[in-house]
T-cell receptor, first 114, second 113 residues
Framework: AQSVTQLDSHVSVSEGTPVLLRCNYS??????LFWYVQHPNKGLQLLLK??????LVKGINGFEAEFKKSETSFHLTKPSAHMSDAAEYFC????????????FGTGTKLQVIP | NAGVTQTPKFRVLKTGQSMTLLCAQD?????MYWYRQDPGMGLRLIHY???????AKGEVPDGYNVSRLKKQNFLLGLESAAPSQTSVYFC????????????FGAGTRLSVL
């Protein structure tokens, strides 16, 4: 069984300040973890993924995430928010080893204030 | 390179009507998926396919049917639409199964009155 919890449904930051979007997961298998971004009226786009290599993963647009097994967390961060980062972000967990199931979090809407 | 294309983008149905949503991908991916997105619920898997001619049920399959007659196309059908099926539908594809990256279409916004 697996699940993913995004701890905040909405996050609001000022432009130029750090971004932290929190994600906790549970998985019976060694998990793969992803962050996707969805801009308004668009499909989801991959930001970054973790698949058991380096625990600090760098993605597109300056985002990065750190896999912490002891805390079962995969939080998404960015040092300085830009107006174009305003979107909804989804944390996704997927069991490795050939099993097909992919579980999406409920999403975090990021608001960037000018 | 178009990626994943969904048609139509918007549709309004009356209760009891039927329709088919088309998803086409040009990346030669084996796996294709249909999701629905509802506020506060993330994406939920409706059906998926692991290759041409195959389909399987996902998390919320009731009221939907799918077909994968060609590798590049994955059709989602609603035989008798209900208001509970008002949602945004996303198609995705991936080279193989989890944990591979899924590539998403832009979505179909469906309203059932």
């Amino acid at each position: 069984a697996q699940s993913v919890t995004q701890l905040d449904s909405h996050v609001s930051v000022s432009e130029g300040t750090p971004v932290l979007l929190r994600c906790n997961y549970s998985s019976s298998y060694s998990p793969s973890l992803f962050w996707y971004v969805q801009h308004p009226n668009k499909g989801l786009q991959l930001l970054l993924k973790y698949t058991s290599a380096a625990t600090l993963v760098k993605g597109i647009n300056g985002f990065e995430a750190e896999f912490k097994k002891s805390e079962t967390s995969f939080h998404l961060t960015k040092p300085s928010a830009h107006m174009s980062d305003a979107a909804e972000y989804f944390c996704v967990v997927s069991a490795s080893g050939g099993y097909q199931k992919v579980t999406f979090g409920t999403g975090t809407k990021l608001q960037v204030i000018p | 390179n178009a990626g994943v294309t969904q048609t139509p983008k918007f549709r309004v149905l009356k209760t009891g009507q039927s329709m088919t949503l088309l998803c086409a991908q040009d990346m030669n991916h084996e796996y294709m998926y249909w999701y629905r997105q509802d506020p506060g619920m993330g994406l939920r898997l409706i059906h998926y396919s692991v290759g041409e001619g195959t389909t399987a049920k996902g998390e919320v399959p009731d009221g939907y049917n799918v077909s994968r007659l060609k590798k590049q196309n994955f059709l989602l059908g609603l035989e008798s639409a209900a208001p509970s099926q008002t949602s945004v539908y996303f198609c995705a594809s991936s080279y193989s199964g989890a944990p591979n990256i899924q590539y998403f279409g832009a979505g179909t916004r469906l309203s059932v009155l």
